[in-house]
């Protein structure tokens, strides 16, 4: 069972663990596990709160990039209608750079989700994938080197993306399958690698986030409070979730404009060494 | 010997080979050649983006059914080569019947724009 008091913990946990990059899935099995909850992770009351928890997440960033997400559909459409994707179209090639970023994670998804959670279910996986995860950030900005002026949010920019950069980002999307793995963190990775700045990579990483997490949480909501338990708690988690990831949101979109990955990538690394001796 | 058509081309392709343009002026002449020359030109345009308009199409199809197999039957009643056959699992492969939809949607796409006519300046 999920007490009122986990949900809380846990929905606030998850609204900010899957905006900022430090791998919500990884803080949903590390956090009980270092607190010595005893939650059953297959149990319909947990699915339940974890479904609503994710759906809360994703209507809250749809409604924070309402306004983009009016004119990418617009662009979509008229991409489709004019049957060309012009290069003064900004918003019809941001469109057709997320389709193409959400298709290597969508299907990896679909069909291999739940095997990837059960292989890597266990808390000592999951801390290494962590400290894998604060690595792989650490390296990009090392990569990078050092920023030059502050960081401005440009669609322009993001249109300005190539395909083969959209399909790069997507495939490193893929990685935050595995929990531990951070999706937000291996998207911007993934972006500033491909010349985008902080501000930009975070943006997009927010846009690509918001229809893979939406369709991973509608395809779930059939099965959803099966036994008739946990509706209480799940509800709860959720508005909690909302909270938390409309606050990281806002927060992350103008932390962004002038700082870095690194301290994520600091904290990833020191909380999956903390995690993995104290689940041992 | 092949009717040639007027075309309308802008201009000249910068790739002209002489090969074929000598053998187009035996076969059809000075004043015809130009003509004819501008078809194989047009002609071997076609040649290389119809081909992957042509495998998208075929690919977007056959996963289409794919993805109706998925809904369709259950898991030990799909081929033996499809993911997620299990001979004692009665239940459906929805997931698998989405992420074919999917790759079916994106290649119809694909083949939806490159089919484009291009349209002469």
């Known amino acids: 069972m999920l007490s009122y008091l986990q949900a809380i913990i846990l929905g606030l946990l998850q609204g900010v663990a899957e905006l900022f990059p430090v791998s919500s899935l990884g803080h949903t099995v590390l956090i009980p596990a270092i607190l010595h909850w005893n939650i059953d992770r297959s149990s319909d009351v947990f699915v339940s709160f974890l479904v609503l928890t994710h759906l809360a997440t994703a209507l809250v960033l749809a409604g924070v990039f309402w306004r983009d997400w009016v004119k990418i559909a617009g662009g979509l459409l008229r991409s489709l209608r004019d049957r060309e994707i012009r290069a003064d179209d900004t918003y019809a090639k941001l469109g057709w750079l997320l389709v193409v970023s959400t298709i290597p994670a969508g299907l990896l998804g679909l069909l291999l989700e739940e095997q990837l959670q059960a292989i890597f279910a266990s808390a000592s996986v999951v801390a290494i994938a962590l400290v894998l995860n604060g690595a792989v950030l650490y390296a990009v900005e090392r990569l990078r080197g050092r920023e030059t002026g502050p960081s401005v949010a ?8 190539s395909y083969p ?3 790069l980002i997507g ?5 935050a399958l595995i929990p531990g793995f951070s999706r937000t963190g291996l998207t911007m990775a993934g972006g ?10 975070g943006r997009y990483a927010f846009l690509l986030a918001t229809p893979i997490i939406l369709a991973a949480a509608v395809l779930k909501l059939p099965g959803l409070f099966a036994g008739g338990q946990g509706v209480g708690e799940a509800l709860v988690g959720a508005a909690c979730a909302a909270v938390s990831a409309y606050l990281s949101v806002r927060f992350l979109l103008r932390y962004f404009e002038t700082r870095t990955l690194r301290p994520f990538a600091i904290y990833c690394v020191v909380a999956g060494i903390l995690a993995f001796v104290l689940t041992r | 010997m092949p009717r040639i058509v007027a075309l309308r081309v802008p201009r000249l392709a910068p790739m002209a080979t002489c090969d074929h343009a000598a053998q187009l002026t035996d076969l059809y002449g000075h004043g015809r050649a130009v003509f004819a020359y501008m078809r194989v030109i047009q002609t071997q345009g076609s040649i290389l983006a119809k081909p992957l308009v042509l495998v998208a199409l075929v690919l977007g199809v056959v996963l289409l059914i794919v993805s109706a197999i998925y809904v369709l039957e259950p898991a030990s009643s ?9 001979a004692a699992d009665a239940g459906h492969h929805y997931k698998h019947a989405i992420g074919a939809l ?7 796409a694909f083949a939806w724009f490159q089919s484009k006519p291009r349209r002469a300046a």
Do not use: M, T, W
Not at chain 2, 78 to 86: E, M, R, T
Not at chain 2, 102 to 108: G, H, R, T
């Open chain 1, 171 to 175: 495939l490193a999307q893929c990685f």
């Open chain 1, 192 to 201: 500033l690698v491909r010349d985008l700045g902080h501000e930009n990579a």
């Open chain 1, 165 to 167: 950069s959209a399909l």
């Open chain 2, 78 to 86: 799909l081929p033996g080569f499809f993911p997620g056959y299990a």
């Open chain 1, 154 to 161: 440009d669609d322009g920019k993001l249109a300005a993306l």
């Open chain 2, 102 to 108: 999917i790759l079916a949607l994106a290649l119809f």
